[in-house]
């Protein structure tokens, strides 16, 4: 079994609003089935902490930043479009 690398997210949330919900049980669902143990996700609320949001130059939620592996990248939206997502992790022809 291919162990590849470890994947550490962070996506920013509006609180418990509908998209950002779905963006985390996506992202979970995303994890579990193409990279299970070799994950961390860190979510960050936009209410709780903005000035983080401010830093980080997030302008809409829910926004995932995809830290590692390098290079960083970041996708907004709740993550329906998993195809997409995991393109953008580079997983879709890896691990498929």
Known sequence: MHQGPTFKFRLYV??????????????????????????????????HDPQRALAEDIRMTPTLLILAPAPSRRIVGNLSQTQRVLEMLDLDRKFT
Request: with cysteine.
């Open 14 to 47: 509006a609180d418990d609003t509908q998209n950002s919900a779905q963006a985390l049980v996506n992202l979970k669902a995303i994890c579990r089935a193409h990279l299970a143990a070799r994950h961390e996700i860190e979510v960050v609320s936009v209410f």
